[in-house]
């Protein structure tokens, strides 16, 4: 079981997005949306479920205006996606996060971002608790604050960057 930040389920719904900075060059992250669908071909067939958290959905939806419907129809319609709120096991995990950054010197704690708000702090955690109570392996996000939150809790943090462009096709044509 796989989790999609925001960035990335945006570029699902959207490929017109704009693409996330590669961390590495500064620059947008070259065919975004094509390594992005090729990871769903690949977790698809290896018949991995795609969560996507409910604060991922909300924060996706805010600026999709006339398109809200159109996005939860493909969530809700695809077999891929699974949309999982922030529960009681959620909350637990959350909690946990939290209590030990307050023990490390408070909210901000171990957050990677100086100029992140409590509200995104609180944000990113809940992610990651949803992440962490859904037996979820690996986060696809280039959010650098919720890659860090996976990363300290044991989850594997993937950037759109750091996917695979899909193979060209052996069959295109050559122009002559």
């Given at each position: 079981?796989?989790?999609?930040?925001?960035?990335?389920?945006?570029?699902?719904?959207?490929?017109?997005?704009?693409?996330?900075?590669?961390?590495?060059?500064?620059?947008?992250?070259?065919?975004?949306?094509?390594?992005?669908?090729?990871?769903?071909?690949?977790?698809?067939?290896?018949?991995?479920?795609?969560?996507?958290?409910?604060?991922?959905?909300s924060e996706v939806l805010v600026f999709a205006d006339d398109a809200m419907s159109q996005y939860l129809d493909v969530?809700?319609?695809?077999?891929?996606?699974?949309?999982?709120?922030?529960?009681?096991?959620?909350?637990?995990?959350?909690?946990?996060?939290?209590?030990?950054?307050?023990?490390?010197?408070?909210?901000?704690?171990?957050?990677?971002?100086?100029?992140?708000?409590?509200t995104k702090i609180k944000f990113d955690r809940q992610i990651v608790a949803i992440a962490k109570a859904e037996g979820a392996h690996t986060i696809y996000a280039d959010d650098k604050d919720v890659h860090s939150y996976a990363s300290r809790s044991g989850l594997k943090a993937i950037r759109t960057a750091d996917l695979d462009l899909p193979p060209e096709d052996p069959q295109q044509s050559f122009d002559i």
């Open positions: 079981m796989v989790v999609f930040d925001s960035s990335v389920l945006l570029l699902v719904l959207d490929p017109q997005a704009k693409s996330p900075t590669d961390p590495a060059t500064g620059e947008a992250v070259v065919q975004a949306p094509e390594r992005i669908e090729y990871l769903i071909m690949r977790l698809t067939a290896a018949r991995e479920k795609i969560v996507i958290p409910t604060p991922v959905l969530l809700n319609n695809s077999a891929a996606f699974r949309i999982v709120p922030f529960d009681q096991k959620a909350a637990i995990e959350a909690a946990i996060s939290m209590r030990e950054a307050l023990r490390s010197g408070g909210l901000r704690a171990n957050a990677p971002s100086a100029d992140a708000t409590r």
